[in-house]
């Protein structure tokens, strides 16, 4: 040995191996295991059959009610090639975009497969947590591409820069959350829903035709892309309806927010539009009732309205205020989608329907069926779908206005640019009226003609 | 009223939490020398029993002294199981340890809570009084006042004028003496661990319902209450709490008069930073209690050559083979391990605890970055521009070193890499937000090596980049520099009386460390069409993440390096593994564990054991075969001798 390689530890190299036998052999035993475990699963993960080798499941329940529109047959013929879809999605301690999608989605796939799937081909997920790590989103994007899906659904913040492009490459279609710049120009990627930038300009062109709202504070988390966004789509439209909007960005860590909410109060706000969401959304109303600003001048996203987190825990403070809807309103029960929703969710899942997260994976599958019926069943991958996503204009999309096609200007990619507006009032929602095209209201400057 | 005041009055619900949890950290270092990163998990998860119970219409009370007891037998036991073996072991696998309880307690609230926020069940009334200026302030937050001031008083004089509180000073200052008078280190330990569970259980209870219950950010309170406790040096209780009220009210003030982003979350970490760093003072340190030794860091000469070319080969049979997410994982793996060596040189050969390694990584990736694209600078000369402009960051963040060491600067690099996150990378004007900064595809001598088209080709120049990396830190360990290195981390005393300049040879550390990691972020951008900044791919939990893989592969091994690279997230073992049921549910929980297992049972790393029992069968073997050879050559003659 070089004895100047000695210093500070190889004189202790001798009494390294200082472990108790049984010890060691647990380890090795432990060790082994794991690589024979990784070893199995890592031939399972290369095979793309559409009902193994998915990273968290596959659903193919076969319980529910008739999809929307009726179904070419009533029962899956085995002979005919499944249809598999992709779900990415972020499940991590702090944030959850996976779990409520996938329920959503496996309703309504059990509700299709119910009635024959995709004129009589099987309807199948595979789903990805992809953990808010570009690194583990390129990992879901491989993986779920190696299981040939027609399509990805799901929301990650990275998907554009880390998954976007690896499914761009295959030339599979994107139906991911928007977020980014490449999410809503790339053109293998397209929103269904108008994203957080849609509901903060709908919410603003809403106020901008209110009367009784002269100032706005946007009272909002401190994210990067929050104030990218905010100042963007909002400034413009209240400078064009004469009306002033001030921003209020509050930290991300677990904090008493009452200094932020006074900061708020400061600019004696007629109105505040929160994009919090969660339980959160109770205690920002609380604390803004407390300084004189009433529920019913307090505007949410869509998660505001998450009935198990919010409505429900939150009783009668939550009462009056408004949200904007990305979907027709698990409330607006008038709307044949949403009670189709509403008891596919009752009939196949344990979890509350009340969410739009559920709606949102549910309503993807569902505008899969739509455009697969379309095509023509048969005719119906990854191909077609695009095609029609870029040629197809004025189709239902399921719990939503029609698909506009081309895109608003500046966002291409986006199918559904608009928003509901709807209140909760006496224990219901209510969806507005005033102000509003049929409850809707534009999210982006459509093209003209 | 003047605004200064009306922010610092609607700040005392958090100074009060700051504080709780915070005097809790001192306590428990008073008691076993540890630095509890663990605390704010304790709070969130000691919350979540509460609201648990209040569910079952358990009397509040009733249900606080329940939680409360079980926080403190908790932590009592936790002492004895985990810390009791390590009493002796170093402050990086003390760090470690915390740093694995912190994940454990997270994913096993996952596990049991979901992920889900919810509104927490309050102590104390709701009401509101007027406070001047249109502002109003929750009574609930007067009464949390009024718990914790007590309270610090009560500490102060507990550990003053009782004989478990004088034992604790005592054994704080010199442990065997503290033995040789009779008193037990494991039941002062036992002690004061449950005491400060106790306190961080009151702490969760308290701010959750101001907060909402979740699983993410509660936590994270133990980033402003250790700079609470660093104030307070880790031994006052009063000046401890006078900190955290104060850092509660600069937060809120800042954030209303300084929009700037992460300005208010940066400043209190600046703060401690700089008072740790001017006042020069160093951790009370235990005296009379040996240290066990360092994590090995095997030599590495000659007969690793054939495992590295076995390897080589392995990985590249398994690149041409195995499917495109296979290729992208083992890609992945290769990056990730490049940015575990930068912290196998400083934190394995220095001892130089680094919580802020990603945040080096970061700063390679967004000078690479911007250079390929503002610039049209063509691969992968970004790359090495990063790797020369890097190190200069690296030396001014390694500045702190010269003054603190150990987990002073465990605390240090944790503002730090805090500061950097919120300040820079957050900032959407610098780093581009959500959108990031788009990366071009590498070409080299007009190939592609774009990670998508040519996923092979990408995956074979990262195995070269990390050989050249690990030659270099196998190099490295072997050079007088390295040796320095180690006589550094084994005693800066002894070191500077041998003659090695430790200043110098800290910085020089935190240059090749940052030179690395700049190389690994390089890497990272390259590996995407956009690297963003803004999702916290180079925020400090990752950073933690960091730490606690290579500590398991082997933090102070060019191999336990390699393998960290192998089990991180996104990386070949956590691709094969997710194919198990509900396995990235409990990705967090299996990583918290397998560190606290790692330190208490194999503090030399999964790597160098694994490399230990290798050789070990190969010496077995070797020995049965001269055993053999030795038989077969006996003359015939003495068995027959024998049979006689």
């Not at chain 2, 398994?318 to 391990?337: F, G, H, I, K, R």
Request: glycine share 12%; aromatic share 8%.
């Amino acid at each position: 040995m070089d004895g100047r390689g000695d210093v500070g530890v190889d004189n202790e190299e001798e009494e390294d191996i200082s472990m108790k036998p049984p010890m060691k052999r647990t380890l090795a035993a432990v060790v082994i295991a794991l690589l024979c475990l990784a070893g199995v699963t890592a031939c399972g993960g290369g095979s793309s059959s559409s009902s193994g080798g998915s990273s968290e499941g596959t659903s193919t329940s076969q319980s529910g009610g008739s999809p929307s529109g009726g179904a070419g047959t009533s029962q899956i013929d085995s002979s005919k090639p499944p249809v598999h879809f992709a779900l990415v999605g972020i499940q991590i301690p702090k944030y959850d975009a996976l779990g409520n999608i996938e329920a959503g989605a496996e309703a309504a796939v059990s509700k299709i497969n119910s009635e024959g799937g995709f004129g009589g081909r099987e309807v199948t997920i595979g789903s990805c947590n992809s953990m808010l790590q570009p690194a583990v989103v390129t990992t879901c994007a491989h993986k779920t591409l190696a299981e040939k899906p027609v399509a990805m659904f799901g929301c990650d913040l990275a998907w554009g820069a880390a998954g976007l492009p690896i499914y761009a490459k295959a030339e599979v279609p994107s139906f991911s959350c928007l977020n980014s710049e490449a999410d809503f120009t790339n053109p293998w990627s397209f929103g269904l829903q108008p994203g957080v930038f849609g509901t903060e300009a709908a919410a603003a062109r809403f106020l901008c035709n209110r009367s009784d709202v002269h100032s706005v504070v946007l009272f909002t988390q401190d994210l990067p892309q929050y104030r990218e966004t905010a100042p963007e789509s909002l400034g413009p439209i209240f400078k064009e309806c004469g009306k002033t909007i001030h921003y209020v960005y509050y930290p991300l860590e677990a904090s008493d927010l009452t200094a932020s909410v006074h900061q708020a109060v400061e600019y004696n706000p007629d109105f505040v539009i929160t994009l919090g969401g969660g339980a959160q959304d109770v205690q920002f109303v609380q604390l803004f009732e407390q300084s004189g600003i009433p529920a019913e001048h307090i505007i949410g996203s869509s998660n505001s309205f998450a009935y198990e987190e919010t409505l429900g825990p939150g009783g009668s403070v939550m009462e009056g205020t408004y949200s904007t809807q990305e979907l027709a309103s698990w409330g607006d029960t008038e709307n044949p989608d949403v009670k189709g929703y509403l008891e596919a969710i009752e009939s196949s899942s344990s979890k509350d329907p009340r969410n739009g997260e559920i709606q949102t994976g549910y309503q993807t599958m569902m505008w899969f069926y739509t455009v697969a019926k379309a095509v023509g069943f048969e005719n119906f991958n990854s191909k077609t779908l695009t095609e029609f996503m870029r040629k197809e204009s004025g189709t239902h999309i399921p719990m939503a206005r029609e698909m506009v096609n081309p895109g608003p200007t500046e966002y291409p990619q986006v199918r559904q640019p608009y928003v509901q507006i709807v209140q909760w009032k006496e224990g219901k929602i209510h969806v507005e009226e005033e102000g509003t095209e049929e409850g809707w209201v534009p999210g982006f400057e459509l093209p003209k003609g | 009223m003047p605004n200064v005041i009306t922010y610092f009055l609607l700040s005392l619900g958090v100074g009060a939490t700051y504080a709780l949890l915070g005097n809790g950290i001192v306590a428990i270092f008073k008691g076993s020398g540890v630095l509890n990163f663990s605390q704010g998990a304790v709070a969130m998860f000691a919350a979540y029993c509460f609201s648990a119970l209040h569910e079952h219409n358990v009397p509040k009370f009733l249900n606080l002294a329940i939680v409360l007891a079980g926080s403190a037998v908790v932590g009592a036991l936790i002492a004895v199981l985990i810390f009791r073996p390590l009493r002796t072991a170093p402050v990086l696998a003390k760090v470690a340890a915390t740093l694995g309880l912190l994940l454990g307690l997270q994913g096993l609230a996952q596990l049991i809570w979901g992920t889900t926020s919810r509104l927490a069940p309050s102590l104390f009334p709701t009401n509101t009084i007027s406070i001047g200026n249109n502002a109003f302030l929750g009574v609930d937050r007067l009464y949390m006042v009024a718990t914790v001031i007590p309270l610090a008083l009560l500490l102060w004089a507990g550990y003053r004028f009782t004989r478990p509180g004088l034992a604790t000073q005592a054994a704080s200052e010199n442990e065997r003496g503290a033995a040789l008078l009779g008193f037990s280190p494991t039941t002062i330990a036992a002690l004061n661990w449950a005491l400060g569970f106790a306190l961080a259980a009151l702490a969760g209870i308290l701010i959750a319902p101001l907060t909402t219950l979740e699983i993410g950010s509660l936590p994270l309170l133990v980033l402003p209450a250790l700079a609470a406790a660093l104030i307070g040096n880790f031994s006052s209780f009063g000046i401890t709490t006078v900190a955290a009220f104060v850092i509660a009210w600069i937060e809120a003030y800042l954030a209303s008069v300084w929009t700037a982003p992460g300005i208010a979350t940066a400043t209190p970490f600046v703060i401690a930073i700089l008072v740790m760093v001017l006042v020069g003072r160093p951790l009370p340190t235990r005296g009379g209690v040996s240290t066990g030794r360092p994590p090995r860091a095997p030599l590495g000469r000659g007969s690793r050559l054939v495992p590295a070319a076995i390897g080589c080969a392995a990985v590249i049979v398994a690149l041409v083979v195995l499917n495109t997410t296979y290729q992208a994982a083992v890609a992945a793996s290769l990056t990730s391990a490049v940015v575990a060596l930068s912290l196998v040189v400083l934190t394995g050969y220095v001892g130089q605890i680094s919580l802020m390694q990603l945040t080096f990584a970061g700063l390679g990736a967004f000078v690479t970055a911007k250079l390929a694209s503002n610039y049209g600078i063509p691969f992968p000369l970004p790359i090495l521009i990063a790797a020369v402009v890097v190190p200069i960051a690296g030396a001014v963040l390694g500045l702190p070193a010269l003054r603190v060491r150990g987990l002073s600067l465990a605390v240090v690099t944790l503002g730090a890499a805090i500061a950097v996150n919120a300040v820079f990378f957050s900032n959407e004007t610098l780093a581009g937000g959500l959108n990031g900064v788009p990366v071009p595809s590498a070409t080299l001598w007009g190939f592609s090596l774009d990670p998508f088209e040519h996923t092979v080709r990408y995956g074979i120049f990262t195995l070269i980049v990390l050989l050249l990396v690990a030659l270099l830190v196998g190099n490295l360990r072997r050079s007088g520099l390295g040796r320095r290195m180690l006589a550094v981390r084994s005693s800066e005393r002894a070191a500077a009386v041998a003659g090695v300049n430790v200043a110098a040879v800290k910085i020089q550390a935190f240059m090749f460390s940052s030179l690395i990691a700049a190389i690994g972020g390089g890497m990272l951008a390259y590996s995407n069409s956009f690297v963003t900044f803004g999702s916290g791919s180079f925020a400090v939990l990752p950073s933690i993440t960091l730490l606690t893989v290579v500590y398991i592969g082997g933090i102070a091994s060019v191999s336990g390096g390699i393998t960290a690279g192998f089990i991180s997230a996104g990386g070949v073992l956590y691709v094969a593994m997710s194919g198990i049921p509900d396995f990235t549910e409990l990705y967090l929980l299996i990583s918290g564990a397998g560190l606290v297992w790692t330190v208490i049972s194999n503090p030399d790393g999964g790597a160098v054991f694994m490399g230990d029992q290798f050789g070990r069968a190969l010496q077995r073997l070797r020995e049965r075969t001269v055993g053999r050879a030795i038989a077969a050559t006996e003359p015939p003659a003495a068995s027959s001798d024998s049979s006689a």
